[in-house]
């Protein structure tokens, strides 16, 4: 091959190296929620789960759903969405069939400012929406906010709720304090970000400066909303259960990270305490949300839990 046909060739794939290069570049700079479209499509796939929805009472629901067996329901934390367990649930799937619910008013659903969103209110329209999709005895889980609303629709539901996993969960008080008081401003600069996310994680995850400045964005789009629905919990009937949780009679895991600095540990152990033959895991070096930090760990106490 002569020489000038070989400088054409590698000019020429140089050329498109350089525009793939350029592409990445500003997709990965300018558009990081395609980035992380594409990751979760990922997760999802490796979790074997599929992207659903169903409408209640003229309200869209998205979800997750995959595997197969026994129905396990699993609810997402205050400003977190419906991907927050897939990572936990590629070791699920195997065994359960799992559903992952988008929680309103958070995620990809409406924000319809009629409607309620505390726990009582969430806990009787995730009744609708189980029921719509066929599910009348299951297992039930949820992190933060998802567990409050876990205990809240147990205490309601108590024949729909096979079992009880509640990992790192809103819902009682150990001092009397307010919960979910409102946030006082808004996330605005990086460096404010990363310090939230040293409340969340021990193991915090690599993020690029690029996807920090897009979820700086995010919250302040979501700041006023969140404040009310952060309002909406506060007034519902089932703000703090305190007096009630001792009701619950399913079997019942309490998940907890010992390093947890948004629910103390104490709220773990007062959950544990209340209800009666309940089992008790915490995770050492681990934060508030460990279907994140230890989604294999997670899935495995799960199971562990569930199986026996």
């Known amino acids: 091959m002569p020489a000038s046909?070989?400088?054409?060739?590698?000019?020429?794939?140089?050329?498109?190296?350089?525009?793939?290069?350029?592409?990445?570049?500003?997709?990965?700079?300018?558009?990081?929620?395609?980035?992380?479209?594409?990751?979760?499509?990922?997760?999802?796939?490796?979790?074997?789960?599929?992207?659903?929805?169903?409408?209640?009472?003229?309200?869209?629901?998205?979800?997750y759903e995959g595997g197969t067996g026994e129905p396990l329901v699993l609810i997402h934390g205050f400003g977190d969405s419906m991907i927050s367990f897939v990572q936990s649930a590629k070791w699920l799937t195997p065994k359960y069939r799992v559903i992952m619910p988008e929680v309103p008013g958070f995620g990809d659903t409406a924000r319809d400012a009629t409607l309620d969103y505390g726990a009582r209110a969430q806990a009787e329209r995730f009744h609708k929406f189980f029921h719509q999709i066929g599910l009348t005895s299951f297992h039930l889980?949820?992190?933060?906010?998802?567990?409050?609303?876990?205990?809240?629709?147990?205490?309601?539901?108590?024949?729909?709720?096979?079992?009880?996993?509640?990992?790192?969960?809103?819902?009682?008080?150990?001092?009397?304090?307010?919960?979910y008081q409102d946030a006082a401003k808004p996330v605005t600069t990086v460096e404010e970000f990363d310090a939230y996310m040293d409340k969340v994680f021990v193991q915090k995850p690599p993020i690029p400066g690029a996807f920090k400045q897009y979820f700086v964005q995010q919250a302040q789009g979501n700041f006023e909303w969140q404040n009310r629905i952060r309002a909406d919990i506060r007034k519902s009937p089932d703000a703090i259960l305190n007096d009630r949780i001792s009701a619950i009679t399913a079997p019942t895991l309490v998940l907890w990270g010992d390093k947890d600095?948004?629910?103390?540990?104490?709220?773990?152990?007062?959950?544990?305490?209340?209800?009666?033959?309940s089992k008790y895991v915490v995770f050492k070096e681990c934060g508030h949300s460990p279907q994140y930090e230890r989604p294999q760990e997670t899935a495995e106490a799960i199971l562990e839990f569930l199986e026996k």
């Open 141 to 179: 889980a949820g992190n933060s906010m998802g567990g409050h609303i876990t205990a809240a629709y147990t205490l309601l539901y108590p024949k729909d709720v096979k079992s009880v996993i509640l990992i790192d969960a809103a819902g009682i008080t150990v001092n009397d304090d307010v919960p």
């Open 261 to 277: 600095q948004l629910i103390d540990i104490a709220v773990g152990e007062a959950y544990h305490k209340a209800i009666n033959g």
């Open 5 to 63: 046909t070989k400088r054409k060739i590698f000019i020429g794939l140089f050329s498109v190296v350089l525009l793939v290069a350029a592409s990445a570049f500003i997709v990965f700079t300018y558009f990081p929620q395609v980035i992380l479209d594409v990751m979760r499509a990922q997760y999802a796939r490796d979790a074997n789960v599929t992207r659903k929805a169903a409408v209640v009472d003229g309200y869209t629901f998205p979800y």
